[in-house]
């Protein structure tokens, strides 16, 4: 059964730091590489890191140097660690397999909002 369950998400000033969670289930985990996106409002939903099932990881150029994308295996649980936060990194974060289901199972993502 699908699940991905985001967390770690909320206000923080810009320059800030947070560190995403997604508990992802098992049949979704193993052996498959993952991805962190985000939605900005009204904006397409955009793919910002992955991260294959042996560790070596891509970013998008918006946030590289910025984001770091980890996984434990053990746990099924992927995160994303975002330092030097921007107003623009504003979005609902969601974690999903990489490349995705078309059509597939998405979570309920989870909110980071960037302000002073």
């Known amino acids: 059964q699908a699940q991905l369950v985001e967390s770690g998400g909320g206000l923080v000033q810009p320059g800030g730091s947070l560190r995403l969670s997604c508990a992802v289930s098992?049949?979704?985990?193993?052996?498959?590489?993952m991805g962190w996106y985000r939605q900005a409002p009204g904006k397409q939903r955009e793919l910002v890191a992955t991260?294959?099932?042996?560790?070596?990881?891509n970013y998008a150029g918006s946030v590289k140097g910025r984001f770091a994308i980890s996984r434990d295996n053990a746990k099924n649980t992927v995160y994303l660690q975002m330092n030097s936060l921007k107003p623009e990194d504003t979005a609902v974060y969601f974690c999903?397999?990489?490349?995705?289901?078309?059509?597939?199972?998405w979570g309920q993502g989870t909110q980071v909002t960037v302000s002073s």
């Open positions: 999903n397999r990489f490349p995705v289901i078309p059509h597939g199972y």
């Open positions: 098992r049949i979704m985990f193993s052996g498959n590489a």
């Open positions: 991260i294959t099932s042996g560790g070596e990881t």
